[in-house]
């Protein structure tokens, strides 16, 4: 089966729907393997964070997808126009980061220098990952084919994310001091990175065989299977500066009574994090404390957003509608993602712990 929301592989689908930006991006998915560790975890169903609207460029859509540690918020919304635009959200005002040239942007991720990566169209139409510092954006280029995006930077400005070779398959790369370098695969045709640390590993998905895909840790130029929960398919979304790497993976039983699992990994074992009651969840990002953000399905069947710390799984709650996905957290716990409103719009949102 397939993930409903990707923090960042919302990104093909979701990019840039700028010929019809105004749509709510729809998230592909991924999956897992392994020697699977199941923990007897505590869904708490209602917490203590105040739940802030943090608007939109306009339009009735927008999505977070990074935060850094002054709380400096990025993702993308439709403007006034129907277009889809970059943003960064810093001191209750949410401001444009530009373009490449063609219509439609999207940041994924933000340092704590606030430079901020992502994807956005070119002239010519093709997608390409970008890197924007102090006002100016620039093309990252690709590995030769006409699709890059970047997903992930770290403190001293090396970005992850996957583009095309000339043909063929997405590669996970790389991009460091202007160099994109090809991180290759777990034996089979494709990988994508997610995620990267201050220390330059790098975490994402590949698939060692053809019909799944599996988490890996890149470091030191070796890329490991990180395995799974059991089942078939994994894939991994965040990692700290301990090497501890989140992600989801499927369960033994991954018939439908079973499904994908949030996970933490570390130090060669996976343990499964458990749910909010029902069979999916999804971890998109830690921090240097542990604290782990995400998305599970409900009793009610709706995905809520969650923050798992020390066992214990707690739903962040929406902005009055349905359905909330955290999709990434600072060191001070304040988390970012989006949610449905009352009214049934999607709003960028953040989470501060009171």
Known sequence: MRRPVLKALAVLATILAASSCSDAPVAPAVQPRGSPRASALTAQTTASYKLEDLGTLGGGYSVAYGINSSGHVVG?????????????????????????????????????????????????????????????????????????????????????????????????????????TDLGTLGGVTSTATGINNAG????????????????????????????????????????????????????DASGSSGPHAFLWHDGVMTDLGTLGQAYSFATAINSNGMVVGYSLTHSFYYH?????????????????????????????????????????????????Q
């Open 76 to 180: 993308y919304s439709v403007t006034a126009s129907g277009c889809c635009s970059a943003f960064m959200w810093k001191a209750g005002v949410m401001f444009d980061l530009g373009s490449l040239g063609g219509t439609g942007a999207t940041a994924t991720a933000i340092n704590s220098r606030d430079d901020v990566v992502g994807y956005a169209y070119t002239a010519a139409g093709e997608t390409h990952g970008f890197l924007w510092e102090q006002g100016v954006m620039s093309d990252l280029g690709s590995l030769g084919g006409t699709e890059a995006l970047a997903l992930a930077i770290n403190s001293t400005g090396e970005v992850a994310g996957f583009s095309n070779p000339p043909s063929g398959w997405f590669h996970a790369f790389l991009w460091r001091k202007g160099v994109m």
């Open 201 to 252: 590993h790098v975490v994402g998905y590949s698939t060692p065989l053809s019909s799944v895909d599996h988490a890996f840790l890149w470091k030191d130029g070796v890329m490991t299977d990180l395995g799974t929960l059991g089942g078939p398919n994994s894939v991994a979304f965040g990692i700290n500066d301990r090497d501890q790497v989140v992600g989801d993976a499927d369960t033994a």
């Open 305 to 353: 957003a969650f923050v798992w710390s020390d066992g214990v799984m707690t739903d962040l709650g929406t902005l009055g509608g349905n359905f909330s996905y955290a999709q990434a957290l600072n060191d001070a716990g304040q988390i970012v993602g989006f949610s449905t409103t009352a009214s049934e719009e999607t709003h960028a949102v953040r989470w501060v712990k």
